[in-house]
């Protein structure tokens, strides 16, 4: 990378309020080192002990999510096999944005999931979380299919998601939590 | 039969003190695969809770992942049998005060079983 690459990329996420960014191969101990460097930055900025544990929460559904996902469908080319993830302050808001290739076949189940979690207010994320609860979801790689909800319930708006399409009838599946 | 699983940075300690008839979860929970994680403590579960009289939870975790929530709940629901049966089981379920989302979590507990649940404040 060229320095003026990195000047851009360093001007990029300094105006972005980026505290993490992340690419490449989500494995449990880099999710769990991320983890614990966002706990203190965490600890340095929030003074609010539930805000903090809100942004770690969410930060570590959205990447357990990934990981799950990834392990199940063991794609084999190095781009879809990784995923990025971001951290932000904005003002007293902050931000966990995510990205991960997607199987063309699972958008439709994972949109329908996306709405049904935007669409529901507190009380509904209640309702939701306890039926997923009791439900018996488990898949082999670790998933209770709780962490969307869960990530929902601890958002100051609505998630924001889009899929951008990629080779091979796949799409680029970014989504957005404001805590 | 003895249960003592160390804490790690993102599992609990889970131990079992016979002499207190004590289960004790203390530290945190986001485990790469909770299912897999906590399969030897409801294991542990299936086989001793049959031969006890008696057994008291006591749960003190800052924080729980989704799927640990869920596993929770699998403890939870097999101390429920044992209570059915005739066992006396109960819960502590510790958490702190300046954690407002850890009280919620302890209620949606307590609203799921039949058993003594005692929601235990902790100056925080």
Not at chain 2, 96 to 115: G, H, K, Q, Y
């Amino acid at each position: 990378m060229t320095p003026d690459q990195l000047s851009r990329i360093r001007e990029e996420i300094t105006r972005e309020g980026v505290m993490i960014c992340f690419n490449g191969t989500f494995v449990h101990s880099i999710i769990e080192e991320l983890g614990n460097a966002l706990r203190r930055y965490l600890q340095e900025q929030e003074e609010q002990k539930s805000a903090a544990l809100d942004v770690f929460s969410v930060y570590i559904e959205q990447a357990q999510n990934i990981r799950n996902y990834l392990a199940r469908k063991k794609f084999t080319d190095a781009t879809s096999a990784s995923a990025i993830i971001v951290i932000a302050r904005r003002g007293e808001r902050y931000v966990v944005s995510s990205g991960n290739v997607v199987d063309g076949e699972d958008q439709a189940a994972l949109t329908a999931q996306l709405e049904q979690v935007r669409s529901a207010d507190a009380a509904e994320l209640r309702k939701l979380f306890k039926e997923k609860l009791r439900s018996g979801t488990r898949d082999p790689a670790g998933g209770a299919g709780m962490g969307l909800i869960e990530v929902a319930r601890r958002c100051a708006e609505p998630l924001q998601y889009a899929f951008h399409p990629v080779e091979g009838g796949r799409s680029f599946f970014c989504l957005t939590a404001v805590i | 039969m003895e249960l003592n699983i160390p804490r790690t940075n993102a599992t609990p300690e889970i131990r079992w003190d016979s002499a207190s008839g004590t289960l004790a979860i203390t530290g945190e929970s986001y485990p790469e695969n909770s299912f897999d994680f906590y399969e030897p403590v409801l294991e542990w579960l299936r086989h001793s809770l049959p031969t006890l009289a008696r057994l008291r939870l006591e749960v003190s975790v800052s924080y729980m992942n989704s799927s640990s929530i869920k596993c929770m709940l699998d403890i939870l629901d097999a101390m429920g049998e044992a209570h059915a049966a005739g066992a006396a089981v109960e819960a502590v379920w510790s958490y702190e005060t300046d954690n407002p989302r850890a009280l919620d979590l302890a209620e949606e507990f307590r609203s799921e079983v039949l058993f003594p649940f005692v929601v235990n404040p902790v100056g925080g």
